[in-house]
């Protein structure tokens, strides 16, 4: 499990399926969006902006793969 900040009130853990080198799997959160949205949407943090921050400046950059 990896807890992120989404905001300064607001901790969540979003559950680790699976990890290795290449592929990194979880279990959002229902409702958090999975990338940055476009013009017109509330801003909040999306799922790969919290995984990039967990992970570091030293992670390899973060693409969606898939959704499930």
Not at 22 to 36: E, F, I, Q, R, T
Not at 37 to 65: C, N, T, V, W
Request: aromatic share 2%; hydrophobic share 40%; net charge negative.
């Amino acid at each position: 499990t990896i807890d992120v900040r989404a905001d300064p009130s607001r901790l969540l853990s979003i559950k680790i399926v699976f990890e290795d080198d290449a592929l990194l799997v979880v279990n959002k959160p229902s409702g958090m969006a999975v990338h940055p949205g476009g013009e017109g949407e509330a801003p909040r943090r999306s799922l790969i902006e919290l995984l990039a921050q967990a992970y570091g400046s030293d992670s390899p950059e973060l693409h969606l793969a898939h959704r499930l």
